[in-house]
Nanobody, 124 residues
Framework: VQLQASGGGLVQPGGSLRLSCAAS????????SGWFRQAPGKEREWLSC??????????YYTDSVKGRFAISRDDAGNTVYLQMNSLKPEDTAVYSC????????????????WGQGTLVTVSS
């Protein structure tokens, strides 16, 4: 069982990045999938979640990224994405993906599977 995050990098303020999180060993669409980030010296922050496919794939966002970030899932590819637009320097962090039972629990940091992080740096 593995979650593999990728897509991080250096981007200028106002730019965009798309993060990917590929699952192996389990079927991602049966779980809620979420993204988190942790900036240097700060606690891990929940960003977004998409519910399982049998609960309509409802999406949720924390206020700081609402309207700028979009979570989606490719069920055939067993992958969840985070499209990040209008990036700001304060978005700089290590971004991680996770899969869990329901988004309500994932908002509190409870997940069954965790992926490793990918670094996003927003700087000119």
């Amino acid at each position: 069982v593995q979650l593999q995050a990728s897509g991080g990098g250096l981007v200028q303020p106002g730019g965009s990045l798309r993060l990917s999180c590929a699952a192996s060993g389990f079927t991602l669409r049966y779980y809620a999938s979420g993204w988190f980030r942790q900036a240097p010296g700060k606690e891990r922050e929940w960003l977004s979640c998409i519910s399982s496919s049998n609960t309509n794939g409802t999406t949720y966002y924390t206020d700081s990224v609402k309207g700028r970030f979009a979570i989606s899932r490719d069920d055939a590819g067993n992958t969840v994405y985070l499209q990040m637009n209008s990036l700001k320097p304060e978005d700089t962090a290590v971004y991680s993906c996770a899969a869990g039972y329901v988004c309500a629990l994932m908002k509190s940091g409870e997940a069954k599977y965790w992926g490793q992080g990918t670094l996003v740096t927003v700087s000119s």
